[in-house]
């Protein structure tokens, strides 16, 4: 995805915000510094925003072990309060009459778990908007496309994870992947990374023995810059799954032609655009991604 002019503050405000809260006053001034810097120079409607975002951490990423601790602690809560919605979300899954409704009922579970705001959380994630969703309260996201169609037709399946807690809710589609017979690669984020999935998220539900393999990238995972094992995974994917905003506006017509499925809710004006949907609104969108003509 191509950065609206928008997109520059908004990456200034989701780095600053997730690395400046424990450091000192001069540091946070290295780190505004740091990444404006970046901006100033890359920022234009040509880049991918992933990349764009990639440059702007390598550039405050002495800083990120400074907040380590309390994201740990962060994630974990996220992962108990997802548990504890975990058998309900899979009595809705399951009480789908076919295993296409089954599937979307798994693709909207997931998506609606994509509650991180732009800036830093202050709050573990609750997931209020599953219990609506799975008591009925609440309305399925809006579905662009046929998801269960895309996934008969796939053999290998790289799923992008994005955030603790929502990683659980991702385990529940992913079942319905290796019931059908499909190879699945889950890729997660390196540690540390914030409130990011890392591969401790992904056990804590299981994934390390549900899917084929688990991978971990270092920041945000943009195709052309992935390092030569996950570049080749890519290669081999005939479908990519990917969570939440940040991963949308790095893989958002830049997957080469492959499917993509797009999970997560539509947070900012840009994103609405892009998804043809009101801002903060829950879609699960089914694409085949080619170069963005914007």
């Known amino acids: 995805m191509r950065p609206y002019t928008d997109c520059g503050l908004c990456t200034l405000k989701w780095i600053y915000e997730r690395v400046a809260n424990p450091l000192s006053e001069a540091d946070r001034f290295t780190v505004l510094r740091r990444v404006m810097s ?4 890359d920022l234009g409607p040509s880049v991918n925003l992933g990349a764009l975002c990639n440059k702007a951490l390598d550039a405050v990423e ?9 994201y740990q602690e962060f994630k974990g809560k996220c992962n108990e309060a997802a548990s504890r919605l975990l058998d309900d979300a899979r009595d809705f899954i399951e009480k789908g009459e076919t295993r296409r409704e089954r599937f979307a009922r798994a693709c909207a579970i997931a998506a609606m778990g994509n509650v991180a705001p732009i800036g830093a959380p202050s709050a573990p994630f609750e997931f209020s908007h599953i219990e609506e ?5 609440a309305p399925v996201p809006i579905m662009v496309g046929d998801a269960s169609q895309a996934a ?3 053999h290998h399946v790289l799923y992008v994870a994005d955030n603790a807690g929502e990683i659980g809710f991702d385990s529940l589609l992913i079942s319905l992947l290796k019931e059908s017979g499909l190879k699945v690669t889950l890729l997660v984020k390196e ?15 299981g994934l390390d023995r549900m899917v084929d393999a688990i991978l971990s990238v270092q920041k945000v995972f943009v195709p ?3 390092p030569p094992e996950l570049a080749s995974i890519f290669a081999k994917s005939d479908l990519v799954i990917s969570k939440g905003t940040g991963n949308c506006e790095a893989l958002k017509s830049e997957t080469a032609g492959k499917t993509t499925i797009f999970l997560l809710k539509s947070k900012c004006p840009p ?6 949907v009101d801002v ?14 914007r």
Do not use: H, W
């Not at 994103?271 to 043809?276: G, V």
């Open 271 to 276: 994103m609405a655009e892009q998804m043809a």
């Open 191 to 205: 540690e540390p990374f914030f409130d990011d999935a890392t591969i401790r998220d992904a056990s804590f539900f």
């Open 152 to 154: 008969s037709r796939a």
């Open 62 to 70: 002495e800083f990120f072990p400074a907040s380590s601790a309390a």
């Open 38 to 41: 970046v901006l100033s120079e």
């Open 224 to 226: 052309e810059n992935a």
């Open 280 to 293: 903060g609104k829950f879609i699960v969108k089914v694409e085949r991604s080619f170069p963005d003509s």
């Open 133 to 137: 969703i799975i008591t009925g309260k």
